[in-house]
């Protein structure tokens, strides 16, 4: 069985400073890793995503994200936060095994405070 | 052009009462996918359909629940003898799906239907 943890329900920074939202995964096989943010009253959108290849992945409004399989990680980073960074983040995964479905975390809310 | 489209936005309803909600997903996408968001349960999966094959049907969380799709396109998510702990905004995704092996494509989502259940 597929699934995602986000350990921080909320992630609390100052503007300018770096961003870190956490996701742990477990999949029985290799997996898809994905990203996707949802702006208040706006529908979930996708930020990034992990194929194979490099382990670090550049993704929309300047975030990236770092796969560890070692670590079963793949947290979500962002070198310079701005407020309108504030929203919800979830993490998702996915068995390369065709035909399994995407499964996504609880979410984290990420506010940046000016 | 146009998005995924889900309809209707709002639905209130009185418990026990059937509702049948739709999505229309981006055309030749082959994969699409249900969800249920509640506050503070993030986004729970329901069901998953991949062209022709059988749907993965796993995170229903009950008989009540159940789910077609016409054609290869449009869904219906129906829940029959709807109870107060249905009350959720449902999602629907749809993605271009498995390319000859694991699905990578990112997943484009409606706006959600907004289900309250009295």
């Known amino acids: 069985a597929q699934s995602v943890a986000q350990p921080e329900d909320q992630v609390n920074v100052a503007e300018g400073n770096p961003l870190t939202v956490k996701c742990t995964y477990s999949v029985s096989g290799n997996p898809y890793l994905f990203w996707y943010v949802q702006y208040p009253n706006r529908g979930l959108q996708f930020l990034l995503k992990?194929?194979?290849?490099?382990?670090l992945v550049k993704g929309s409004y300047g975030f990236e994200a770092e796969f560890n399989k070692s670590q079963t990680s793949f947290h979500l980073k962002k070198p310079s936060a701005l407020v309108s960074d504030s929203a919800l983040y979830f993490c998702?995964?996915?068995?390369?095994?065709?035909?399994?479905?995407?499964?996504f975390g609880k979410g984290t809310t990420l506010s940046v405070s000016s | 052009g146009a998005g995924v489209s889900q309809s209707p936005s709002n639905k209130v309803t009185e418990k026990g009462k059937d509702v049948e909600l739709r999505c229309d997903p981006i055309s030749g996408h082959t994969a699409l996918y249900w969800y249920r968001q509640s506050l503070g349960q993030g986004l729970e999966f329901l069901i998953y359909?991949?062209?022709?094959?059988?749907?993965?049907k796993s995170g229903l969380p009950s008989d009540r629940f159940s789910a077609e799709r016409t054609g290869g396109s449009v869904s219906t998510l129906t829940i029959q003898r709807t109870q107060q702990e249905d009350s959720a905004v449902y999602l629907c995704?749809?993605?271009?799906?498995?390319?000859?092996?694991?699905?990578?494509?990112?997943?484009?989502f409606g706006n959600g239907t907004r289900l309250t259940v009295t």
């Open positions: 359909f991949q062209g022709n094959s059988a749907p993965d």
């Open positions: 998702a995964v996915r068995d390369r095994q065709a035909g399994t479905a995407l499964i």
């Open positions: 995704a749809s993605s271009l799906g498995a390319r000859g092996g694991g699905d990578n494509s990112p997943l484009h």
């Open positions: 992990y194929i194979t290849g490099d382990n």
